[in-house]
């Protein structure tokens, strides 16, 4: 059974930085797409970054890119996302989402067939 457990949520003002974790266990695929996505109360999950483990490559939004990094560690199952120059509007509920066996990176909600829980971001200005 594939489980996703993130962590590293919290509060944090206006220019501040964040890591997010998120563990992966429960497929053995060689290659697979990781995504962090966030939702606030009212409106769509939106991506904010996706990594394809077979080579590494990315995907981020402008709405984030310069400032978020997604980075992996295979031997540890875990995927990180590095949020840096947080903004208020950064503030959301952020997802780890997965798509086991998937060949090359995915940003659209519907690729991914797992999710986790869900880790708070609020950012004050």
């Known amino acids: 059974q594939v489980q996703l457990v993130e962590s590293g949520g919290g509060s944090v003002q206006a220019g501040g930085s964040l890591r997010l974790s998120c563990v992966a266990s429960?497929?053995?695929?060689?290659?697979?797409?990781m995504g962090w996505f966030r939702q606030v109360p009212g409106k769509e999950r939106e991506g904010v970054a996706a990594?394809?483990?077979?080579?590494?490559?990315?995907y981020y939004p402008d709405s984030v890119k310069g400032r978020f990094t997604i980075s992996q560690d295979n031997a540890k199952n875990t995927v990180y996302l590095q949020m840096n120059s947080l903004k208020p509007e950064d503030t959301a509920m952020y997802y780890c989402?997965?798509?086991?066996?998937?060949?090359?990176?995915?940003?659209?909600?519907?690729?991914?067939?797992?999710w986790g829980q869900g880790t708070q971001v609020t950012v004050s200005s």
């Open positions: 989402a997965a798509s086991p066996g998937a060949f090359g990176v995915r940003y659209y909600v519907s690729d991914f067939g797992y």
């Open positions: 429960g497929y053995t695929y060689s290659s697979n797409c």
């Open positions: 990594i394809y483990t077979g080579d590494g490559s990315t």
